[in-house]
């Protein structure tokens, strides 16, 4: 069995800590991810610090195959990703002539255009990420992949990389939807767990039509454990007084 091959996000932006911007990348990068072979394993938001940044970086890029950044590469003050990814590696923040030459395409005032030149820099070595939007690219540098915080953005540049990252056993899912509150399920659910310790079971709660009940999801790389989980799942619900619902699988 191929080993899985694991990312981490890092979504940098006191913006989104203080509550100011909603973050929707790490969903999408999630998703997308996992449909390609990629899990992530840890995400984490981290407000527009150098010291953090660098530390951040230089942490998780150890522990994972991927860390995926978002947010701080624009024009402004406190767009300061770039610098500390240079920094985290050692290397020089020098200018890129694609992204300067692309950003030179759309005329403005000199003063203007000198603040955009500065989406332009790139640590030394780094790889650009194409940016299908038309914008200024993102870049990579190793195993580190950095993207802008705009989700229309982030999302046109994770595309270019479809089909450019190595990827592992594809996680996939079956849930099964019943009326009962989680602590009527949670004793046979964690037997079931215990005896299927390669997949991941969880039970989600939820509150419809004047009733409590639970979603239970089962996540595992193999079809048959996952069939044969959910079928112990189903039968418990039953043996609990209720009729299970199954909602289907998803990769």
């Given at each position: 069995?191929?080993?899985?091959?694991?990312a981490?996000?890092?979504?940098?932006?006191?913006?989104?800590?203080?509550?100011?911007?909603?973050?929707?990348?790490?969903?999408?990068?999630?998703?997308?991810?996992?449909?390609?072979?990629?899990?992530?394993?840890?995400?984490?938001?981290?407000?527009?610090?150098?010291?953090?940044?660098?530390?951040?970086?230089?942490?998780?890029?150890?522990?994972?195959?991927?860390?995926f950044?978002?947010?701080?590469?624009?024009?402004?003050?406190?767009?300061?990703?770039?610098?500390?990814?240079?920094?985290?590696?050692?290397?020089?923040?020098?200018?890129?002539?694609a992204?300067?030459?692309?950003?030179?395409?759309?005329?403005?005032?000199?003063?203007?255009?000198?603040?955009?030149l500065?989406?332009?820099?790139?640590?030394?070595g780094?790889?650009?990420?194409?940016?299908?939007?038309g914008?200024?690219?993102?870049?990579?540098?190793?195993?580190?992949?950095?993207?802008?915080?705009?989700?229309?953005?982030?999302?046109?540049?994770?595309?270019?990389?479809?089909?450019?990252?190595?990827?592992?056993?594809?996680?996939?899912?079956?849930s099964?939807?019943?009326?009962l509150?989680?602590?009527?399920?949670?004793?046979?659910?964690?037997?079931?767990?215990?005896?299927?310790?390669?997949?991941?079971?969880?039970?989600y709660?939820?509150?419809?039509?004047?009733?409590?009940?639970?979603?239970l999801?089962?996540?595992?790389?193999?079809?048959?454990?996952?069939?044969?989980?959910?079928?112990?799942?189903?039968?418990?619900?039953?043996?609990?007084?209720?009729?299970?619902?199954?909602?289907?699988?998803?990769?």
């Amino acid at each position: 069995m191929s080993h899985p091959v694991t990312a981490c996000v890092l979504i940098i932006g006191n913006e989104i800590l203080s509550g100011r911007t909603k973050d929707v990348n790490l969903n999408h990068l999630a998703v997308t991810l996992g449909g390609w072979g990629v899990r992530i394993t840890e995400a984490r938001v981290i407000p527009d610090i150098e010291e953090v940044i660098v530390n951040a970086v230089n942490e998780t890029r150890q522990q994972f195959d991927y860390v995926f950044t978002t947010g701080g590469i624009g024009p402004t003050h406190d767009d300061i990703t770039a610098q500390c990814i240079a920094t985290a590696f050692g290397v020089q923040l020098v200018q890129s002539e694609a992204i300067a030459e692309r950003i030179r395409q759309r005329p403005a005032p000199d003063d203007v255009m000198a603040n955009r030149l500065l989406m332009a820099r790139v640590p030394e070595g780094a790889e650009l990420i194409d940016n299908p939007t038309g914008g200024p690219q993102g870049f990579a540098i190793e195993n580190v992949y950095v993207m802008a915080g705009i989700p229309m953005v982030m999302q046109a540049m994770l595309s270019s990389l479809d089909g450019k990252l190595k990827t592992g056993p594809i996680v996939k899912s079956r849930s099964i939807r019943a009326f009962l509150g989680e602590s009527q399920i949670a004793g046979p659910l964690g037997a079931i767990q215990n005896q299927h310790p390669d997949l991941d079971i969880g039970s989600y709660p939820f509150y419809r039509d004047d009733r409590y009940g639970t979603v239970l999801v089962v996540r595992g790389t193999e079809d048959a454990d996952i069939e044969k989980a959910a079928g112990a799942i189903m039968d418990a619900v039953v043996a609990r007084g209720e009729t299970p619902e199954d909602l289907g699988s998803n990769a």
